[in-house]
């Protein structure tokens, strides 16, 4: 594996400003898909005579540029967008340092399961932002095709869940985001370095890859981190989505899933996420890489 992140002060601020950078691409790239992912998650079973509000991702996607216009496909972009900047920092952050711990020399190869180490460290490190973020995302996106507006925006649905229990309404869903992120971080890390070495001609460098090696790489990870994320990420945005009062437990989302869907509704918005996965990541990775050849090049010695 390459070792090229480095641990010097003015490194970790180069990662922090191209992680941040990475972060606005994917969040730009991605959004319309994610929020059909979640609309077709947290839609009620066809149960007792009742239609499903939506047939599939595409009759999802339709539905809603029908409704409110391509603008209803960004309802709740904001705070994912806000986040991003910090919520990347971390994940970088947390590659790297992950990376160290695990390093003898600062030049020293990783192996494959050294690397989805330092990634499951990643994704431990952005638990603090994310689940906030998410929490806010996902009830910014149900209402969006709700009859009742309860937020006006993020800041607002941010004051409301605060006011009514704290802390802990803001991180509500934070086991379910860890057992999504840290093994799903893990993979995304370690597929991305693996594509990028694989694709490196004998002899040359990684950071000499051309563009779309690295759209290829960084969009092969993003299916990767998606094919190990999606069936907690059903569960997460179904426990953060319901009233306080539905699930008592985490245990209670998935026993509902499974006796009202079966093991399929654990994959429920899995099309959705594939077709947002492959173009959020490639932009998130490619603007990375570019920001941090920018950095590199103003500041040679950090």
């Known amino acids: 594996m390459s ?7 003015l490194a970790y601020i180069k990662y922090f400003v191209s992680g941040g950078m ?34 599939n991702t595409m009759d999802c996607f339709r539905k809603i540029v029908s409704r409110q216009g391509l603008w209803g496909l960004y309802k709740g972009m904001g705070a994912p967008l806000a986040g991003v900047t910090p919520i990347m920092a971390m994940t970088f952050f947390g590659f790297s340092l992950g990376k160290k711990l695990q390093q003898t020399h600062p030049q020293e190869k990783l192996r494959a399961h050294q690397v989805f180490i330092a990634g499951g460290l990643s994704g431990l490190c952005t638990a603090i932002i994310v689940v906030p973020a998410e929490r806010i995302k ?10 009742q507006k309860r937020f006006s925006g993020p800041v607002d649905c941010a004051r409301q869940l605060f006011q009514e229990m704290g802390l802990r309404s803001l991180y509500r869903g934070t086991v379910l985001t860890l057992l999504r ?13 693996l594509m990028k070495e694989k694709m490196t001609p004998h002899g040359g460098r990684v950071s000499d890859l051309s563009v779309a090696r690295i759209l290829l790489a960084g969009g092969v990870a993003g299916i990767c981190n998606w094919i190990v994320a999606i069936p907690m990420d059903v569960l997460k945005s179904r426990f953060q989505t319901a009233p306080e009062s539905r699930y008592r437990r985490v245990a209670d989302v998935f ?31 490619l603007g990375f890489e570019v920001s941090m050849k920018f950095l590199n090049w103003l500041f040679p010695d950090g």
């Open 255 to 285: 026993r509902e899933v499974l006796r009202d869907e079966g093991p399929r509704g654990l994959y429920k918005g899995f099309t959705a996420a594939m077709l947002r996965a492959f173009p959020a990541n490639a932009a998130c990775f």
């Open 138 to 147: 996902c009830l910014l996106q149900a209402q969006a095709n709700s009859a």
């Open 3 to 9: 070792s090229d992140y480095g641990a010097r002060p």
């Open 181 to 193: 992120d840290i093994p799903a971080t893990g993979v995304y890390f370690m597929s991305y370095e």
């Open 22 to 55: 990475g972060g606005v691409c994917l969040t730009l790239a991605g959004q319309p898909m994610d929020t059909v992912k979640v609309n077709l998650q947290i839609q009620a079973p066809a149960v007792g005579g009742r239609a499903l509000q939506y047939n």
